[in-house]
């Protein structure tokens, strides 16, 4: 077409990807002439709520406005999960056309999104993150927060192309910022913690009984509240049970440049022995209030409910920081105590011992407990 440019009308070409063409198949430039690269930027709140108010009004289905904002809250405004939850609320798990779509409804939309719906998108999101030459670095990403950002660090550029990963700017002393990593949405950040802790623990079936013959689980959820506390002696005793048979949940796992466990391991290792030993009874299910460097499992059981946040050690300082934040999430919650369980490479048993106690915190009793993953 361009060599008999006189029998043809095409003005131009727009090429649509996730990269610009610039240096495709190309050493020495860009085989196109290519005047600017698009950023199609997500949905604003506004938006997405004008969405489901037209869908309200021409089809006379009500929707409650706080499923509106969790759609918003989970996706972030990206428009294609918007418009796949939106699709599955409004059709396949829609109650009925003479009902509001409540809460309810949007739980079982976004556990079914979750775990059994498929999504082309989603899919493939989760096949490039696990790629071994990325792992790491979400690893580490569930683990630490504050990681810099910068395009010119090739795993960023790529996670950020394809969806995965996004960048924030966080002030810093004397009025300066910086862009840090950040998950591109609650969503996808759920989708990999589940996808990464089935890999980790896929076909390791437990070499020991997560709970003594002797342990049953209404000891722990069956009181007043739920009794934290014991949870974690209970995980400590298994970590116990394993060292006596030779054996070990950190042989094996996924480490950094400098050869160290990668934290993040911890944190799914109590994810995946809460849901040995609790599930089949236990609502267990990971939250990321910031996006990044913070994990809370929240555990459910009948009318009770209780937080178990995980952060890894890096010091005493930053260890009274963010007992002092798990100490103002919990209030705000409505909750009176929360778990703080402290992952560290860097520490054997004894040494974590260490950093165990009780501190109560704007009149919520924190439980810090720490786990040495020192080999």
């Not at 709140?45 to 409650?64: A, C, M």
């Not at 890894?312 to 409505?334: D, E, I, K």
């Amino acid at each position: 077409m361009y060599l008999h440019r006189d029998q043809y009308r095409l003005h131009s070409l727009a090429l649509v990807g996730v990269r610009a063409v610039v240096g495709v198949e190309s050493v020495t430039g860009a085989p196109f002439n290519i005047q600017r690269s698009v950023h199609v930027p997500n949905l604003t709140k506004d938006e997405v709520e004008t969405l489901f108010h037209q869908y309200q009004k021409e089809s006379g289905q009500s929707i409650d406005a706080t499923v509106v904002n969790k759609v918003f809250e989970i996706t972030r405004g990206q428009p294609g999960l918007v418009g796949w939850l939106g699709e599955l609320l409004t059709e396949k798990y829609n109650p009925g056309m003479d009902q509001s779509i409540g809460e309810a409804d949007w739980e079982v939309a976004e556990r079914k999104a979750l775990f059994v719906e498929p999504n082309n998108t989603v899919i493939n999101l989760i096949s490039k993150a696990r790629d071994i030459r990325y792992q790491e670095l979400l690893f580490r990403l569930f683990a630490k927060s504050e990681i810099p950002f910068s395009f010119s660090n090739p795993r960023h550029n790529f996670l950020y192309m394809h969806g995965i990963l996004d960048r924030v700017a966080i002030a810093q002393p004397r009025g300066t910022y910086k862009e840090i990593c950040h998950f591109s949405s609650p969503f996808i950040q759920r989708c990999l913690f589940y996808a990464l802790s089935d890999e980790l623990h896929e076909n390791r079936g437990p070499e020991v009984l997560p709970l003594e013959s002797s342990d049953d689980p209404e000891f722990f959820l069956g009181g007043e509240r739920i009794d934290l506390l014991g949870l974690i002696q209970r995980y400590r005793g298994y970590l116990s049970r394993m060292k006596a048979k030779g054996l070990s949940p950190w042989k094996a796992q996924p480490r950094n440049a400098n050869l160290n466990i990668i934290e993040a391991v911890g944190h799914f290792h109590l994810y995946h022995w809460l849901q040995m030993a609790l599930g089949a009874d236990c609502v267990i299910a990971p939250e990321f209030p910031t996006g990044n460097g913070r994990v809370d499992l929240w555990l459910e059981f009948e009318d009770n409910r209780a937080i178990v946040e995980i952060k890894s050690f890096s010091n005493q300082r930053q260890l009274r920081l963010a007992q002092q934040q798990a100490a103002h999430y919990a209030h705000q919650l409505g909750l009176d105590e929360v778990m703080f369980v402290v992952f560290s490479p860097f520490l054997d048993e004894e040494s974590a011992q260490a950093l165990c106690g009780i501190n109560d915190l704007e009149r919520v009793r924190v439980f810090t407990e720490a786990i040495g993953m020192g080999e």
